[in-house]
C-alpha cells in the first residue's frame, strides 16, 4: 500500500494536483514502505504513523486527497491543522511535490537526465530509493559517483556540481550505515541481491533558488577514466542487457505558480514491484 495509495494535493479549485507522490515515497519511506523509522524536520515515519511538518500556504482553498489504487479496503486516520491568514501576500510560495520511477542502464558514458522546474521557486528537498541486481554495483559502487549537476535559469554549465551522489546528500564514502538525521538521513539498507536503498535530503537556509527553471542530471562520463578493465567490463555487461539501475525519486519544492506537469503515471504494477529493469517512459 506505501506506493499503491497516491497523495494528491490541489490548491484553489485547479484540476492539476500541485502534489502527486505515491504516500510512502511522499514521507520518504522508500522501497515500498521499508524504511526505519526516523524523524526530519519536514516529515518522519513514526511507528504505526507519517507525520508531514511542511506548511502549504495557499490563497482561496486547498484539497487533499488519498487515492487508493490498490484492490482492498483500506482504514485510515488523518488529520490537516490549519490556520487562517490575515491576507494572502505574493511573497508565499505554493508547495509541490512530484514523483518518478525509472530505470536504465548504467554505463561508462550515461548522462541521465533526472528532474526538471519551470517557474519561480526554490527546492526544499528530495528523498530517493535506489535498487539494482547488479553484482558489480554491491555496495552501490559506481553508482554513487556520478555527478549530480543542477542547473538553474538555463545555465549552460551546472551552478552545483556534487561530485557523487552520497555526497549530494550529505555523506562521503558511499551510503555504509543507517542514519537519520534532521536534515538528510539513510532509513534503509539492503546489500544483498537486489541492493536496495533509501534515502533523503531536505534543505533549511541552503535551499536551491530559481527564478525560470531548476534542472537536475547525473553524469557518470567523468568517472574512474584510469580504469580501463573497468569500463571494458561495464562494455561487456551492458551488452548482456545488464547494468540495470532502478531509481524512484520525490522532489519537494515551493514556486510562486500552481500547478505541475507530473507526466503520465505508470501502472500499479510498475510502482509496486521490488526491482523494475525496463524503463516505462
Not at 72 to 89: I, K, M, Q, T
Not at 163 to 179: I, K, M, N, P, V
Not at 182 to 206: A, C, D, K, V, W
Not at 259 to 277: A, N
Request: proline share 5%.
Amino acid at each position: 500500500s506505501a506506493r499503491g495509495i497516491l497523495l494528491e494535493i490541489y490548491y484553489n479549485g485547479l484540476p492539476t494536483p500541485s502534489v502527486r507522490v505515491p504516500l510512502g515515497d511522499f514521507f520518504a519511506d522508500g522501497c515500498g514502505g521499508k524504511a526505519n523509522h526516523f524523524s526530519s524536520l519536514f516529515v518522519e515515519k513514526a511507528p504505526e504513523s507519517y507525520n508531514c511538518f511542511i506548511p502549504m500556504p495557499f490563497e482561496k482553498s486547498v484539497s487533499v486527497m488519498l487515492r487508493n489504487e490498490t484492490p482492498y479496503n483500506l482504514a485510515n486516520y488523518s488529520f490537516v491543522e490549519f490556520e487562517r491568514l490575515p491576507s494572502w501576500e505574493d511573497g508565499l510560495g505554493y508547495f509541490h511535490a512530484t514523483w518518478k520511477r525509472f530505470a536504465f542502464q548504467l554505463c561508462s558514458d550515461t548522462d541521465q537526465h533526472f528532474f526538471h522546474i519551470d517557474g519561480t521557486g526554490h527546492l526544499i528537498g528530495r528523498s530517493w530509493s535506489i535498487c539494482t541486481d547488479e553484482p558489480l554495483f554491491n555496495g552501490f559502487s559506481f553508482v554513487m559517483e556520478g555527478n549530480n549537476e543542477v542547473r538553474i535559469d538555463g545555465s549552460k554549465e551546472p551552478v552545483a556540481d556534487y561530485l557523487g551522489t552520497e555526497d549530494s546528500f550529505g555523506f562521503s564514502w558511499g551510503f555504509q550505515r543507517l542514519f537519520s538525521g534532521f536534515y538528510n538521513g539513510i532509513n534503509f539498507i539492503q546489500n544483498e541481491t537486489p541492493s536496495m536503498l533509501s534515502i533523503y535530503r531536505f534543505h533549511g537556509q541552503n535551499v536551491i533558488r530559481f527564478n525560470e527553471s531548476l534542472d537536475w542530471r547525473i553524469d557518470w562520463s567523468h568517472e574512474f577514466k584510469t580504469n580501463e578493465n573497468f569500463h571494458k567490463e561495464l562494455a561487456r555487461l551492458y551488452a548482456e542487457d545488464r547494468l540495470w539501475i532502478d531509481y524512484a525519486t520525490t522532489y519537494y519544492w515551493y514556486q510562486k505558480e500552481v500547478g505541475y506537469e507530473h507526466g503520465p503515471l505508470i501502472s500499479l504494477d510498475e510502482r509496486t514491484k521490488e526491482f523494475l529493469r525496463l524503463n516505462p517512459v
